[in-house]
């Protein structure tokens, strides 16, 4: 585990990173995420779904209003602000632990913000080629930890996948300190799924702990591995069926550093993040 972080926000909620692994609970109030869209797009089916993650043992709540599927259409941000509109107050006013956004918009992020959100979720890493720049804005200008994913729209590398990636995450902080993102208000995201084929992605669970420092620090690690297609490509198994194998990624996450598992099983993985921690010498 990395040194401890402690944030606190303005309405009493707290999070620490470094003691013990968190997990960060999915729900996607989308009709069309690749794993369960649908199933949570009413007001009473995402609370419902929030409080049993909560209960399950989830630190952190991620909003999703746009899928970010193989194949995905990208909706406008006043779209998107127009779905998760129905939804980020009440959650935001009953859910007792932080909660997240996950958009690539800086409008979205903007007014997510305004409203109270906690943590910034970001598929492109500061990075979003429509948008340069902007979504650090947004980060500096509410002083909140954002995850800054890795990404890429190839799946080829010309070099060492890990080496392309430090140098992302590299631009990715500069943008984030040129904005005035305090720095330890940066979280790292390996992308799993995200510009690697299924080689790739293997390689990357297998070098994790290369990507922990950048440059002589050390930065917080999410990783997001669940029921990803990895996964059901190497073990030929349907999106429903693939929570042990995500839990295997997650023990290894651990293992190899990380500190942030994104997952839509909280129960079953927070058990399996809680052993794991315990072997290696956490407090529980």
Known sequence: MMSKRVYKWSDGKALE???????????NVT???????????????????????VAAGADIIDIGAESSRPGFQTMSAAEEIERLSQFLEPILKECPVPVSIDTFKAETADYAASKGVH?????????????PGEMAKVAAK??????????RASKE??????????????????????????EENIILDP???????????????????????????????????SRKSFIGNTLNLPVEERMEAT????????????EIMRVHDVLPISRMCRITDAIMGVKL
């Not at 990173?17 to 729900?27: H, K, P, V, W």
């Not at 943590?119 to 948008?131: H, P, T």
């Not at 839990?247 to 990380?258: E, F, L």
């Open 17 to 27: 990173i470094g003691s013990r692994t968190l997990i960060m609970g999915i729900l």
């Open 31 to 53: 009709p069309d995420s690749f794993s369960d869209g649908g199933k949570w797009n009413t007001i009473d089916g995402a609370l419902k779904h929030m409080e049993e993650m």
């Open 119 to 131: 943590i910034l979720n970001d598929i492109w890493g500061l990075q979003y080629a429509e948008e």
């Open 142 to 151: 509410y002083q909140l930890p954002i995850v800054m994913m890795h990404n």
């Open 157 to 182: 590398y010309n070099r060492d996948i890990m080496d392309s990636m430090v140098d992302f995450f590299r631009r990715s902080i500069a943008i984030a300190q040129e904005a005035g993102l305090k």
């Open 191 to 225: 992308g799993i799924g995200f510009g690697k084929t299924v080689e790739g992605n293997l390689y990357v669970m297998q070098n994790l702990e290369k990507m922990k420092n950048i440059d002589g620090k050390e930065y917080p690690i999410l990783l997001g591995t």
């Open 247 to 258: 839990g295997a990624t997650c023990v290894m996450g651990i293992m190899k550093g990380c």
